[in-house]
């Protein structure tokens, strides 16, 4: 059963904190994403990266960082979180090329006061 | 630049058909895909079809693709409650590396 697991359902954080969300999939996919969904929006593409180490911006990097030191690990860090940043965000994997299926993580739902 | 559009909210009735549309602007797409997500849940994949082909059927699901107007709709045959969900039509895009662009999301409420 593949799976992509993020490390909390819930977060509660202050305003100026550092925030890391982990993603860990055990397909052995070389693409993983982080994703935030807002109501109305859809889902935005955050940041990507496609092998360990390498990372590109999607379409909403702003006040965001990513981590890949491991295949099977993808962290994303708020480095001072503010209340604009409240919002559910999904982590998925993927394997290489075109056509194959996204597999998403249940979500974290973020919240920042 | 690339964009995926849908309408927010779908209501109908139990056994009535569900359609819901999706418009997108990467003619390069090579596959379509429809996402359903479940309150509470991430999102699974449901069905998609390669951009060669105008229609695809999975059981009580169809999925019709006009390539030339860019348009994608999928049709749920008699629709129960159990399919009350979002539903995200998405675009896989080879622009750089491959990844999904992903629409708005439809909320579809099944009403018994």
């Known amino acids: 059963d593949v799976k992509v697991t993020q490390s909390s359902r819930y977060l509660v954080k202050r305003t100026g904190e550092k925030v890391f969300l982990e993603c860990v999939q055990d397909?052995?996919?070389?693409?993983m994403f982080w994703y935030r969904q807002d109501p109305g929006l859809g889902l935005r593409l955050i940041y990507f990266?496609?092998?360990?180490?390498?990372?590109e911006k999607g379409d909403i990097p702003e006040g965001y960082s990513v981590s890949r030191e491991k295949k099977e690990r993808f962290s994303l860090i708020l480095e001072s979180a503010s209340t604009n940043q409240t919002s559910m965000y999904l982590c998925?994997?993927?394997?290489?090329?075109?056509?194959?299926?996204?597999?998403f993580g249940q979500g974290t739902r973020l919240t920042v006061v | 630049g690339e964009d995926v559009e849908q309408s927010l909210f779908l209501s109908v009735r139990e056994g009535d058909s569900s359609v819901i549309n999706c418009t997108y602007t990467?003619?390069?797409?090579?596959?379509l895909y429809w996402y359903k997500q479940e309150p509470g849940a991430g999102l699974q994949l449901l069905t998609y079809?390669?951009?060669?082909?105008d229609m695809k059927q999975d059981q009580r699901l169809t999925v019709l693709l006009n390539k030339k107007d860019k348009h994608l709709s999928l049709r749920i045959a008699d629709t129960q409650t159990g399919d009350s969900a979002i539903y995200f039509c998405?675009?896989?895009?080879?622009?750089?590396?491959?990844?999904?662009?992903f629409g708005t999301g439809t909320r579809l409420k099944v009403l018994a």
């Open positions: 079809i390669f951009s060669n082909m």
């Open positions: 998925a994997s993927m394997g290489r090329g075109a056509g194959t299926e996204a597999f």
């Open positions: 990266s496609y092998d360990v180490k390498m990372k």
């Open positions: 990467d003619s390069s797409s090579t596959y």
């Open positions: 998405a675009e896989g895009t080879t622009s750089g590396t491959y990844k999904y662009i």
């Open positions: 397909m052995d996919h070389e693409n």
